[in-house]
């Protein structure tokens, strides 16, 4: 073959190449914008709370016989914790169930005397029985009262009386507590009291944990101001059902606001700079074909991978997220989608 034309050929080949690849377009990865709610993010500091919290105190005055319970343990709702002495309180009980036997026995003899007792002998009886009845129920009180039960379901505390100790009524005794769900309380400044509501749900965080980001869920709001600090007391309930947090903890609270308004997001990836201006390539269809438009953006706020633009993109618009360097105002692209 003559050398030229061979020479020839090569060249068409490879000019036809670089046309065919041009017409392609080069290839970038493409973002779509999102547009998404626009937020505010308050943040406080709180405490958590048990769910239940009661100090256990005696309502009468005795020797504890029995303590039931380890400290630090799970009890049962109902469960007997610490017993006293309930002799004296038994003796009482049997006293009053005679009484009562006695009374309703004179009651029923007199009401059936045909005409034998007066109206006001069969009103005293009747007035005597009801007396009894109510000795009675007072004695099975007091014998209830020396047994200490559990009021719910809960971690016991710790104690520090033993059996054989004389307790008087109304002593500290020890404190049961529930667990498995805890409070959150924290403060707002009154500017922000009308920034939360019901069910709204929050983050926090805990210096034990500091890594990781709990959720609760706010349940209660204080009905007035707390005139001192000026500012709304917030209750929040966090379900601690693994039993990794304790109450007392205290917590950082994020608590996201809604604005009310929408904002359009594109990956930071996309956003580059040139003589002080944002700038994004926004992608085009024309023509069957794609191509790059260089368009300034002005930004708003930052997230962790995106940026709020606040003029220059709409949503839907697509934007290149890779390859910027390779392309210029007006290039013709082949857009590639992310994996």
Known sequence: MNPKKN???????????FSTAYSKGISVEVADTQETSKQE??????????????????????KITSINFEEGSVVEKGQALIKFDDRLANAKLKNAKANLSNAEQNAKR???????????????????????????????????HTTLTAPFKGKMGLINQYAGSYIQIGS????IVSTEKLKLEFNLPERLAHTVELKQPLQFSVDNFPKKKFTAEIYALSP???????????????????????????ARISLEIPLGYSVIMVPEEAIFSSEGKQYVYRVVKENNQYTAKL?????????????????????????????????????????????
């Open 172 to 175: 500290d005794l020890t404190t």
């Open 224 to 250: 007035e101001i707390e005139q001192e600090g000026k500012s709304l007391t917030v209750r929040a309930i966090y379900d601690n059902h693994d039993q990794s947090l304790l109450p007392g903890m205290f």
């Open 7 to 17: 020479i020839l050929l090569t060249l068409f080949t490879i000019l036809t190449v």
């Open 295 to 339: 368009t300034e953006v002005i930004l708003g706020e930052r997230s962790s991978f995106a940026v709020e633009i606040i003029h220059g993109l709409k949503n839907g618009d697509k934007v290149v997220k890779v390859g910027q360097a390779r392309i210029h105002d007006e290039s013709i692209i082949n857009p590639v989608e992310p994996k």
């Open 41 to 62: 993010y308050i943040h406080a500091v709180g405490t958590l709370l048990p769910y239940e919290r009661v100090t256990l105190r005696p309502e009468l005055s005795g």
């Open 110 to 144: 007199l009401e059936a005397s045909a005409g034998s007792a007066t109206a006001q002998q069969v009103d005293a009886a009747r007035t005597a029985k009801l007396q009894a009845e109510a000795e009675l129920e007072m004695a099975q009180i007091e014998v209830d």
